[in-house]
């Protein structure tokens, strides 16, 4: 059998335990941690991460039971840091960035890689899926040239206009900064459930990298858009990143070396909290990275691209659901259910765009969705607000369709969507009614929760199912890269 390099550095964890195991006061403490962190690399290595791996327990600690909050506990920390960035006159940007891994196709990372054989794709889902591939990638272009570091700590100015899929066109601005990882619940809130499967995948990779080329995408509240004026003064006149990506968005971004503007934003921020809107499993990654290694301090923070819940320019689309598995005798069945279950049931139209405009009609605090059936016309299926239920997770039209259509009639419970290879998700209304004409499945056309009811719910302390929101357009990856010192350093 052959180790990975994970389990090769867990031999000099071995040692250093054993060495430091009789040892007095820190010796001792930092002796027993390599001890417990290099068996449980070993235990994953060799059996891989089952349930009983403390590993896993670990990651499953991050799945977001938290309490309700009002306000945040403890201050919230932003600033700049040194990141590495491409060289820009040997790697342009539009050549090197990538989208976020959980939207990357194998056709994408082929195209991406055939663009430039330093695109962070290779970074972030590294080639034959091993780890230590990246690892010695990110080696070779630091060494190389390729990644340049920064000369002074910065924040990132950032500025897209897009089309989203409504045809509508928009700008988002914000961030790119260092966010401290909180201790307590409040100053950062999730809203999503997240996979422990995919929270481990992410948790290899930053063990082996002591890398973040992903900033996770979180938003704050500033109807006065102060902050967005800070960083327009604080911003250097020339753009180092001007590139239009695959779908359109033109990103431009700054570099803010000021550190009075620094000092500026900081101060404005400390007393606010964040909302998680896209990242949720890299966050969780980033705080199971820290819990396990305390030693390595850098881990104490993240990377985040801020940009301010006020503004117009932040906008959600919803995720839609293709289902299958579900029996032509049940299909039919179906608009009977619904309305034994509770639920008004009407033909709307002859396509998603009718039926979407009928949704559209139904008040906010009504449960609704659009079912598809392969030739069959689009039913509006909606429900009257329960009295008995006030909760910010009851106007969730995604919570409605799991906990009274996909669990009680779809045998699909929360835990089993989790893992299921069943459902199909796409933003785009005309691709679900496609893929449902193209297989026979099942279509739930769903519409988004607004930016105020999704803080709601994470405020409450509740989480929504996976993949509720779409936050458009998604953060590209590669446009800075942060650098951890890693948990071996600390203790070699």
Known sequence: MTLSPCSVDCVCFLRLGVRNARAPAESSRAGALALKYAVWWLRVDILGPGPKCPLVRLVRKHRYHATAVATPTEPLDVRPFRGLRYDPKRHPAFSVVAPPYDVITMADRMRLVARSSRNVVRLILPDVGRAENARRLLDDWREDGTLLPEEVPCLYRTEETFIGPDGVSRVRTGMIALVGLPRRDGTILPHERTMPNIVEDRLRLLRTTHAQPSPILVTYDDPDNDIDAALRAGSEPTPIIDLTDDHGTHLRMWRVADPGMQDRIHSVLESRSLLIADGHHRYATALAYRDAFPQDTSANAMMMYLTNGSSPGLVIFPIHRVVSGIAEEL?????????????AVTEAGDGVVQLEAAMAAIPHDHGVFGLVRKDLSPLLV???????????????????????????????????VATTYRIRYTAYSDDAAAKVDESGDVGFILRAPSVREVEAVARSGAVMPQK?????????????????????????
Do not use: C, W
């Open 382 to 416: 909606h429900a009257e607000p329960n009295p008995d239920d006030q909760s910010p997770l009851s106007r969730i039209d995604a919570v409605m369709l799991q906990e009274r259509i996909l669990a009680p009639l779809l045998d699909l419970p929360a835990d089993v």
């Open 331 to 343: 299909q039919e069945r179906l608009p009977a259910l619904l309305v034994k279950a509770g639920f």
């Open 468 to 492: 509720s929101t779409y936050f458009y357009p998604k953060t590209l990856d590669g446009l800075v890269i942060r650098t951890l010192d890693g948990p071996s350093d600390e203790l070699g």
